[in-house]
C-alpha cells in the first residue's frame, strides 16, 4: 500500500562508485526527507525538502546531496562512495510541515560499500 | 533541542498478553504532537498512533493506546492482545514548531507464541 518509492532496495558497490538512491511518491505531498538509519539503530534526518527547488541539510551531517527538480522525485546522491556510508536510507513524506502531519517512509534502502 | 528517549531496548510478551513500551522527551515547547511508529523487520515504517499534546484524552487506535502524561514529558505505548504480527522495533517521535520529526532509539518486541 506504499505511496512512496525507493529504488533499489539493496545496493553492494565497490569504494569510490557514484550512487543515487532514488525515492518517488505519488501523493503530490510538498515535503520529502532522507532518514539514514543503522541496523535497529534511532533515525537521523540527513537531508530535506519544503518544495521544487528547495534543499536543507539536516541534523546528520552527510556527505551525500540531494535534489528536488520536481515535487514527486528526491534522489540522493554519493559523489564516491566509502565502507563509512555503508547503512539504511529511509526517504518519507509528508502532506505538509505542520505539526501533526505524519510522515509516510518508503521501504528503505539497504546500502554496502566494500 | 528536543529529544527523545526510549529506555528499553529490547521487549518481550507471551502472544495475547499486553505490553509497555516507555518514551519521554524534553521539550520547551508546549504545542507539540508525539508519534509512534512501527518498523516490521525488512518492512516500511508506518504510522501507529499519533497524540497532540493540548489534548488530555489519550489516543487509541483498535489494540494501540497511550498513556500521555505532559507534565512528566512521558508518552508510553500500549498494545493489548499481543499478536505475531505486532513484533518490529517501534520507534517513539517528536515533531513541534521546527517541523522535523525527532525519534527515539527504538524499543525492538518480540511477541512469543
Known amino acids: 500500500e506504499a505511496d512512496i518509492y525507493q529504488t533499489p532496495r539493496y545496493l553492494v558497490i565497490g569504494t569510490g562508485k557514484k550512487i543515487t538512491l532514488e525515492c518517488s511518491q505519488t501523493?503530490?505531498?510538498?515535503?520529502m526527507y532522507w532518514y539514514q538509519q543503522d541496523p535497529g539503530m534511532e533515525l537521523h534526518l540527513i537531508h530535506y525538502s519544503y518544495g521544487v527547488n528547495s534543499t536543507e541539510k539536516g541534523d546528520l551531517s552527510s556527505e551525500s546531496t540531494v535534489s528536488r527538480i520536481r515535487t514527486e522525485h528526491f534522489p540522493l546522491t554519493l559523489e564516491s562512495a566509502r565502507p563509512s556510508h555503508t547503512s539504511q536510507y529511509l526517504c518519507a513524506s509528508s502532506e505538509h510541515g505542520g505539526r501533526n502531519s505524519p510522515l509516510h517512509f518508503g521501504n528503505g534502502t539497504r546500502l554496502t560499500v566494500t | 533541542a528536543q529529544t527523545v528517549t526510549q529506555s528499553q531496548p529490547e521487549m518481550s510478551v507471551q502472544e495475547a498478553e499486553t505490553v509497555t513500551l516507555s518514551c519521554t522527551y524534553d521539550?520547551?515547547?508546549?504545542?507539540?504532537?508525539l508519534f509512534w511508529y512501527k518498523q516490521p523487520p525488512s518492512r516500511q515504517m508506518i504510522l501507529v498512533i499519533r497524540q497532540e499534546a493540548y489534548k488530555q484524552q489519550n489516543a487509541t487506535e483498535n489494540r494501540f493506546s497511550v498513556n500521555f502524561q505532559k507534565a512528566a514529558k512521558s508518552f508510553s505505548l500500549k498494545i493489548s492482545d499481543s499478536q505475531l504480527g505486532d513484533a518490529a522495533m517501534y520507534f517513539c517521535?517528536?515533531?513541534?514548531?521546527?517541523?522535523?520529526?525527532?525519534f527515539g532509539q527504538g524499543t525492538r518486541l518480540t511477541i512469543n507464541p
Open positions: 517521535a517528536y515533531k513541534g514548531g521546527a517541523q522535523k520529526l525527532v
Open positions: 501523493m503530490g505531498h510538498d515535503k
Open positions: 521539550t520547551s515547547e508546549s504545542d507539540y504532537y
